[in-house]
């Protein structure tokens, strides 16, 4: 995957899955151009992951590892889009998000159970939001990773109805069963010594979600040359 991305002076593309321990894996190619490739195998067949899945050994990298190479600069943002390991290796940093001083992050998130792959735990409710509150992390919103509409999720709007909502969920006595399925969703957090937003997020989180007509924000050569 990494050979196809443009080459551009502002980025560094690093050949390398990113989970929570460093090593070797399988890794299994799905979609086109492998765009769906993960660590991990569907949890149910579809369009995407149909035919013969082509596998490959890959380096991995500990998240822990990235974050200490960050020390020395300011990150404003971290996007994770992980195919189901994202919660896995953020969460496998504890409070080091915070010492290292991420601003914000973008991360893939799974609602209502509904796995995209299997033997993952990636959940929003059960998984996410009460991670990155212990850590010091505020919930701004959620939307569709599969929609182009950028309005937020009902239920998932701020942190406040985000609590509301998964109260209810777990209350649910099917909370741990997992569902296979496609249930994708893009989450956005602050850092709490980080002033909120002054209204449109967009200009603190340009990334799209996988809809050909949101691809998400274009740097221009000005904005490469500012960071």
Not at 35 to 52: D, H, I, T
Not at 152 to 160: D, L, P, S
Not at 192 to 211: I, L
Request: net charge negative; proline share 4%; with cysteine.
């Amino acid at each position: 995957v990494g050979h196809r991305i443009p080459s551009h002076p502002g980025l560094h593309v690093v050949t390398a899955a990113v989970t929570a321990e460093p090593g070797w894996s399988s890794m299994h190619l799905y979609n086109k151009n492998g765009v769906s490739s993960s660590l991990s195998k569907p949890s149910y067949s579809a369009k995407w992951n149909q035919g013969v899945s082509t596998l490959k050994i890959v380096p991995t990298i500990s998240f822990r590892t990235i974050l200490e190479s960050l020390r020395d600069f300011e990150t404003d943002m971290i996007m994770t889009d992980m195919q189901g390991h994202d919660f896995v290796a953020v969460s496998s940093v504890g409070s080091l998000l915070k010492e290292t001083n991420v601003k914000r992050l973008v991360t893939e998130v799974y609602t209502d159970n509904v796995v995209t792959y299997q033997d993952v735990s990636n959940d929003f409710c059960r998984d996410w939001l009460p991670h990155m509150t212990k850590i010091g992390y505020i919930f701004e919103g959620m939307f569709n990773a599969l929609n182009s509409d950028k309005s937020f999720t009902e239920g998932f709007q701020n942190a406040k109805e985000a609590e509301a909502t998964c109260q209810k969920a777990m209350a649910s006595t099917s909370k741990n069963k997992t569902k296979p399925g496609l249930n994708e969703y893009n989450a956005y957090w602050r850092l709490e010594s980080v002033p909120a937003s002054d209204g449109d997020m967009s200009s603190f989180y340009h990334y799209g979600s996988h809809s050909e007509s949101s691809p998400g924000h274009q740097f221009t050569d000005e904005e490469y040359k500012a960071c």
